[in-house]
């Protein structure tokens, strides 16, 4: 096809084909070794009952405007004070992706002349984030708190005066593995920094009622979190978790919540609903890391380093070319398992990112086992 207007564009897809890191949109097939669907609430009747509880409510399925507008529900504002009392702050705000809050987030409350220091494999919303605030970075070495602790010194050695941020996910969503969270808070505390720890992929899996790895941490004058609503909780959206200042100063500066169409009541009903669902649920959590045990057990030998027995579980495979051979591969023997290449990971780490969670049982995990053995290509 011609594309006289879009010529360096089709130049710059050719090449990421020619790099074999040309994405596409794939299909939902196969066994789900690839959602971020821990709990396999997603597709559950349990969340189509709270569907149809919401419709029956009236709750309208559009907001109609910004939350500043008329935008704002009664449905909003319930999910935003059970989700403060569920993950422990003072107050909480409901965005419609994690993309957005995150971006929103690191836009807004760092101001000109602070210091955001953030974890090297730190999401890219919050990247972008920073790339539209007003105060300097500087990136730390992959979970060191050293390293965290070395860049703030070496600021406030150069004359930095401002308030220092710490940027970290407390569950990285390509290696699997966790923050040290007990050393950051303590370097936060020492340098009267605010800790800000995005917890997408422990809400719901990790914690007393799956509030998250960080809630040993919650209510503290200097702590915000980030929950996902899209992944173990099965819906969509992000609450950031914060002091009541912080939260009202979102309100009043984030572009990305003032600016956007609130999301939808009916979605916000089913959030509220799905908490209060995982909150009474241990037993599904013990499920899904019988499920992590028995992967790890049967994939030990192909897993990357990684400390933590999470339900991320990467098998490195290093070249681009190679990994998505792999991935489409298992993909014919039933398995949705994708492949990851730069720049979403790191350069020569292309992996398989095998996501566990309970849409799969015991036998898938040993089926993929087997599968994985007989069709790794040879390099």
């Known amino acids: 096809m011609n594309t ?15 790099g074999s890191r040309l994405r596409a949109l794939g299909p939902r097939e196969g066994k789900d070794f690839a959602s971020n669907d821990y709990l396999g609430l997603a597709g559950s009747t349990l969340l189509h009952d709270a569907l ?19 935008g704002n529900h009664a449905a909003h504002e319930a999910l935003e004070a059970d989700a403060a009392a569920h993950f422990g702050s003072e107050a909480a705000l409901f965005f419609a992706t994690g993309f957005a809050a995150n971006a929103a987030l690191f836009a807004t409350l760092p101001q ?91 809400t719901g899996v990790f914690g007393i009622g799956g509030a998250g790895l960080a809630h040993a941490l919650a209510g503290q004058p200097n702590v915000i979190t980030l929950h996902t609503c899209g992944k ?69 030998a192909r897993l990357g380093a990684s400390p933590s027995n999470t339900q991320i579980l990467p098998v490195i495979i290093g070249d681009d070319a190679r990994t998505m051979r792999i991935a489409a591969a298992l993909q014919r023997q039933g398995f949705d398992i994708r492949g990851i290449r730069p720049p979403t990971v790191p350069q020569g780490t292309a992996r398989l990112r095998i996501s566990i969670t309970r849409n799969v049982t015991k036998g898938d995990i040993g089926a993929l086992s087997e599968s994985l053995d007989r069709i790794m290509i040879p390099a």
């Not at 207007?5 to 130049?11: L, S």
């Not at 149809?52 to 008329?70: D, F, I, V």
């Not at 970075?137 to 308030?163: K, Y």
């Open 4 to 18: 006289p207007f879009f010529e360096d564009h089709a130049a710059q897809l050719e090449s990421l084909k020619r």
């Open 52 to 70: 149809r509880e919401g419709m029956a409510l009236g709750l309208p399925a559009g907001s109609g405007g910004s939350r500043l507008l008329r």
């Open 112 to 202: 000109r002349g602070d210091l955001v220091v953030h974890d090297a494999l730190i999401h890219a919303s919050a990247h972008d984030g920073m790339k539209l605030g007003r105060a300097e970075t500087r990136v730390a070495a992959h979970n060191d708190p050293q390293s965290f602790d070395d860049a703030i010194t070496t600021w406030r050695l150069a004359g930095g005066t401002g308030r220092v941020w710490i940027a970290v996910e407390s569950l990285y969503s390509m290696d699997g593995d966790c923050a040290p969270l007990a050393d950051l808070a303590d370097i936060a505390a020492r340098h009267d920094a605010v800790l800000v720890i995005d917890e997408a992929h422990a």
């Open 232 to 300: 173990a909780l099965g819906c969509e959206g992000a609450l950031i978790c914060a002091p009541r200042v912080a939260i009202d100063f979102l309100v009043n500066r984030a572009r990305p919540f003032i600016f956007s169409t609130a999301p939808s009541p009916l979605v916000a009903h089913m959030v509220r609903k799905a908490l209060a669902l995982v909150a009474g649920h241990d037993d599904w959590r013990e499920d899904l890391f019988a499920r992590v045990a028995e992967a790890r057990r049967l994939l030990a």
